[in-house]
């Protein structure tokens, strides 16, 4: 109630003007801009909004980037000449914790602080100069959507300087596909659905929609008697392909990213650290009939090709100091930092080429096929920091 009373009082001060519907439609001149990353929330119940933004000033230049929820790229750089506007559209999927019939989802307690979870859909305005004429946000029913299950990899990273392709790969989509992201960091195949993340996946799944899922990280390191990769792994990848074409939805399997493991003598090739969990995926997939995208192939190359120390620009490896209270350097090997991500979104969309899935109809019109082995430029990636931050390393490895 405290953030949400705080963010009307953000609403009021700005200037905005919202009126809402009861088919909550809402429409709101914000005319705002700034040198300084700004939020604009409104309280929606879950579902799908098609979100329109026109964005630019009247009296200055802009460069505008616009994020929804915790960290879901929209709108990666939009830039617009004094007095010149540009409009996008997009889908911003909300969700709460709340399922009907009175379960929830068993939310971790820092997923209690994340905006991916509360009763409000918020979109983010960072850039160098963001300005922001007009927000529109509608209800939409239909969207294809497509639900993403997994771990740390895969997760709306809430805070910089963490990132997974769950939260880059909306920006390659128009607003006929809507990204819905239940991944958390830690999760195996079975404690997503002990969590009741399926179960809330499945309350809002339509006919036809897609389901997909990367597991096999942490799943690799589950102790309990029966454990193992072709016995409890597989059993519940069955259970997620059962109760989603139960419901009428299709569902995709995606190998789990690349660990940086170099082998020791040459530090040039990548050794495999997930034992057979990627063979025991593709195993189920392969009897069940589910397609699968390789990342764990396509990670492999794209490490490889940057080399023992170039990959390290792809995760979160910075000296100390890099960010605010980080008195020790950070070098993770299994958790991407936004370029990385960014680039590891590209590969699920490749994939998704491969396997000829209907949603690659609505890739945006920039849209550019890519090759691991050729990765974008490092150096000429830009990424705007969220106001959130924070250097403690996510659940998993």
């Known amino acids: 109630m405290k953030r949400y009373l705080l963010l009307l009082l953000c609403l009021i001060s700005i200037g905005a003007t919202m009126t809402v519907a009861q088919t909550q439609v809402i429409d709101t001149v914000l005319n705002k801009v700034s040198d300084k990353p700004f939020y604009f929330s409104v309280p929606v119940s879950d579902g799908n909004y098609k979100v329109t933004v026109t964005l630019g000033a009247k009296k200055r230049a802009a460069q505008t980037v616009v994020r929804a929820e915790s960290r879901r790229l929209m709108v990666e750089n939009c830039v617009t000449k004094k007095g010149k506007f540009s409009t996008y559209s997009f889908i911003v999927n909300k969700r709460s914790a709340e399922i009907p019939g009175g379960k929830k989802v068993s939310l971790k307690p820092r997923e209690l602080e994340y905006l991916n979870w509360d009763s409000l859909l918020t979109l983010e305005f960072n850039g160098a100069s963001p ?60 404690t997503f659905i002990n969590g009741n993340r399926l179960e809330k996946i499945l309350s809002m799944l339509k006919p036809g929609d897609y389901v997909v ?43 789990p990213t690349q660990r940086r493991f170099f082998d020791e003598a040459t530090h040039t090739k990548i050794q495999e650290t997930h034992l057979d969990y990627p063979d025991a995926m593709r195993a189920v997939a392969q009897r069940e009939g589910v397609p699968v995208i390789e990342l764990h192939d396509m990670t492999r190359d794209f490490f490889e090709t940057l080399g023992f120390e170039g990959s390290k620009r792809a995760l979160v490896h910075y000296p100390a100091n890099t960010f605010p209270g980080q008195d020790k350097a950070l070098a993770d090997n299994t958790h991407f930092n936004p370029y990385g991500a960014y680039e590891v979104a590209k590969m699920v969309v490749m994939g998704m080429k491969q396997l000829q899935l209907p949603m690659i109809s609505q890739l945006r019109a920039d849209w550019i096929d890519f090759n691991p082995k050729q990765p974008d430029d490092p150096d000429q990636f830009v990424w705007y920091p969220a106001q959130k931050q924070d250097v403690t390393k996510p659940d998993g490895n």
């Open 131 to 190: 300005a922001v004429k007009s927000i529109r946000i509608e209800p939409d029913t239909t969207a294809l959507t497509v639900f993403l299950c997994g771990n740390s990899t895969v997760v709306d990273q809430e805070l910089e300087p963490w990132a997974s392709w769950g939260q880059m790969i909306p920006r390659w989509f128009t607003d006929r596909v809507a990204i819905s992201n239940h991944a958390e960091s830690g999760l195996t195949a079975r």
């Open 213 to 255: 899922c990367e597991f096999g990280h942490n799943d690799q390191k589950e102790r309990r008697p029966g454990d193992g990769a072709y016995y409890h792994f597989a059993y519940h990848l069955k259970i997620f392909i059962d109760r989603v074409r139960a419901a009428g939805g299709n569902i995709i399997f995606i190998t």
